[in-house]
């Protein structure tokens, strides 16, 4: 099964991509590599998913504000790909930091929020090392935002 047949088999609406709002780009593609600039959690609303977990947010709104950065590098790698998510061969990495305060220790099963929908939408192309980071805070506020690295066909 594609992968595009498998987000829509799993009923999940992907966002826009969004442009930088920086001095960088969202993605890059070298060689066979393509690296997803950090993707910041914003609901179905575009409204954004802003707070301190642990103080603002409980680990499973956290989770759900990573899956919603998920979502979002998905749609970058989407745009990345010209429209063909069959270019993706791997997912290698993802990197996720978390708006948490001094004594929340749950940064992973935050985090584990993007891994899930990656490898439910990529299956075994969709398992990846990873990093998950605390951080006192994050741009405009927001309580997660991932990175990615993947290999293209």
Same mark, same amino acid.
């Given at each position: 099964?594609?992968?595009?047949?498998?987000?829509?088999?799993?009923?999940?609406?992907?966002?826009?991509?969004?442009?930088?709002?920086?001095?960088?780009?969202?993605?890059?593609?070298?060689?066979?590599?393509?690296?997803?600039?950090?993707?910041?959690?914003?609901?179905e609303?575009?409204?954004?998913?802003?707070?301190?977990?642990?103080?603002?947010?409980?680990?499973?709104?956290?989770?759900? /504000?990573?899956? !919603?950065?998920?979502?979002?590098?998905?749609?970058? /790698?989407?745009? /990345?790909?010209?429209?063909?998510l069959?270019?993706?061969?791997?997912?290698?990495?993802?990197?996720?930091?978390?708006?948490?305060?001094?004594?929340?220790?749950?940064?992973?099963?935050?985090?584990?929020?993007?891994s899930?929908?990656?490898?439910?939408?990529?299956?075994?192309?969709?398992?990846?090392? !990873? /990093?998950?980071?605390?951080?006192?805070?994050?741009p405009?506020?927001?309580?997660?935002?991932?990175d990615?690295?993947?290999?293209?066909?």
């Amino acid at each position: 099964m594609s992968f595009d047949n498998k987000i829509k088999e799993l009923k999940i609406e992907l966002p826009e991509a969004k442009a930088p709002v920086g001095n960088y780009v969202a993605t890059k593609i070298i060689g066979n590599l393509l690296y997803i600039s950090g993707q910041i959690s914003i609901d179905e609303n575009g409204e954004l998913i802003k707070g301190k977990v642990g103080l603002d947010l409980n680990t499973e709104k956290a989770y759900q /504000a990573a899956k !919603r950065c998920a979502l979002s590098i998905i749609s970058q /790698a989407k745009q /990345a790909c010209g429209g063909n998510l069959s270019k993706i061969k791997n997912c290698i990495k993802l990197t996720g930091f978390v708006n948490s305060t001094d004594n929340f220790i749950e940064q992973p099963k935050v985090i584990n929020g993007a891994s899930d929908l990656i490898a439910e939408v990529f299956g075994d192309a969709g398992m990846h090392t !990873r /990093a998950a980071v605390s951080t006192n805070s994050l741009p405009l506020g927001v309580a997660v935002e991932i990175d990615a690295i993947f290999e293209l066909i």
